[in-house]
């Protein structure tokens, strides 16, 4: 059985899609980004996830992810406040983004990992769209504060990459990676 190191909505929606499992918060400590490169910090996470709900489950897969938007270089996670959110959508109006998920597969001592990237277009936005959206509370628990699956949607003009990876769960990698640990056949 599959053990998920997450309590997320949405990645529980999506790993739905391609197997059962147990979902079981982690208590890993998330750390702020600081001057690391997008694939190292996501990995970092992921990998600290996964290990720490693995000491509960030692002979059990277990699956850490963590999702990072990135623009000009820079991470950003989720806001701390509406006021951050609205100051990230600024900054992504009208801007191409990237969007990192580091995927951390952990049995024992054996960890397998993958980093999944994906390009992000979105349309100029107006201040109004911005702060009606940030005022309906869904950026807020969102890294760069938005969900391309919710109210964001009509922000993006193209997308070049696994739109699940943006959501928080590139499945199609995820599936190849469960296939050759052999948790789905």
């Not at 109004?128 to 109210?151: F, R, W």
């Amino acid at each position: 059985m599959l053990i998920l190191a997450s309590e997320s909505p949405r990645r529980k929606a999506l790993l739905t899609q391609l197997t059962t499992y147990i979902a079981t918060a982690s208590t890993y400590e998330e750390t702020a980004p600081k001057k690391e490169k997008p694939k190292r910090f996501v990995l970092k996470q992921a990998c600290g996830k996964a290990c720490e709900v693995a000491k509960t489950y030692p002979d059990q897969w277990v699956l850490g992810a963590d999702t990072v938007v990135v623009l000009d270089g820079k991470i950003l996670g989720k806001p701390k406040d509406a006021a951050q959110a609205v100051k990230m959508l600024k900054a992504l109006s009208g801007r191409q983004h990237s969007v990192y998920t580091g995927l951390a597969l952990v049995c024992g001592k054996t960890v397998k990992t993958k980093v999944v990237k994906t390009d992000v277009w979105f349309r100029k936005l107006t201040v109004k769209e911005i702060t009606g959206y940030v005022e309906s509370g869904e950026p807020l628990d969102k890294a760069g504060a938005y969900g391309i699956q919710g109210g964001a949607a009509s922000f993006v003009t193209k997308l070049n990459g696994s739109y699940t990876n943006v959501v928080g769960l590139p499945l199609a990698q995820l599936q190849t990676m469960l296939k050759k640990a052999k948790v789905l056949l």
